[in-house]
């Protein structure tokens, strides 16, 4: 398959960027966009050009690393959401396309240089309370704590975000809102993590507002992108948990 790329070029932070046009030729229909990329880096490194910077790692859809934004979309796979870059598949495109590719846009998530971006803000926001500090002891036995299964399924779902920023992508706001709400909600539902549940939300909302992240105006996007399909409803959760957090921070009412 041969695809005409139109690649964001950009030497560093400070440096401005521009589209650059590429060919890439005779690539395998079972080649992943991240595997597209390095034949295309293999060829500017064999013609002693600078080869396109992108981020990536496990390559498993786990780490949420590799994110880019292909054709306009965050990870590239439209409303469909469910699968993150290194998982898109070039035999999704039309042989002979024309396909963009640009680093994740976001004020608080600066370009470091081509496609890669510092997405450290991220990191912070859980310095900020995005774990338990508690002395929990070590593993309790099994149905020593029970947990409704319906409890227990809600907080899988919302452990399930891999942090890879195309929430705040595909947000005309950057907002992190469905990032921090994962994480919010996976720790407030357990027993270990509802004992600093309120110290917690407001920690992080406050971290999120310092990092320069929009505010949530309810347009979805994050949740028709999200690679682990994290639902807008943790948002609302997230949302009435926090002004309940605040109004006994306020008035002084004790956990």
């Known amino acids: 398959m041969n695809f005409h ?10 440096e401005l960027g521009r589209m650059v046009d590429y060919e890439a030729r005779n690539i395998p ?56 870059t290194c998982q898109l598949y070039m035999r999704k495109f039309s042989n002979g ?36 500090s508690e002395r929990s002891g070590s593993a309790s036995d099994a149905n020593a704590h029970p947990i409704p299964k319906a409890t227990a399924e809600l907080a899988m779902d919302a452990a399930a975000c891999i942090g890879c920023g ?36 407001l920690n992080m909302i406050h971290a999120t507002d310092a990092e320069g992240f929009g505010g949530c105006s309810n347009f979805y996007e994050c949740e028709a992108v999200c690679p682990a399909s994290i639902p807008v409803e943790f948002i609302s959760r997230t949302n009435r948990h926090y002004t309940m957090a605040s109004l006994r921070t306020a008035i002084g009412i004790p956990d």
Not at 5 to 14: D, E, F, N, S
Not at 46 to 69: A, K, V, Y
Not at 97 to 105: A, K, Q
């Open 166 to 201: 195309a929430c705040v992508a595909a947000c005309p706001n950057s907002s992190a809102m469905l990032f921090v709400a994962a994480k919010v909600t996976h720790l407030e539902l357990l027993p270990q993590g509802r004992l600093e549940a309120r110290q917690r939300v």
């Open 97 to 132: 396309s024309t396909i963009y590719i640009e680093p994740f846009r976001a004020t608080s998530f600066p370009v470091l240089c081509d496609l890669s971006v510092d997405r450290s803000a991220f990191d912070r926001i859980i310095q900020a309370g995005g774990f338990i």
């Open 5 to 14: 790329l139109k690649v964001w070029r950009q030497a560093g932070p400070r």
């Open 29 to 84: 229909s079972e080649a992943s966009f991240l595997e597209m990329l390095d034949i295309v880096n293999e060829d500017l490194t064999s013609r002693r050009e600078i080869p396109i910077q992108f981020d990536h790692d496990c390559r498993e859809g786990i780490c949420g690393t590799c994110g880019l934004t292909i054709n306009g979309v965050p990870h590239g796979h439209g409303c469909t959401g469910g699968e993150t």
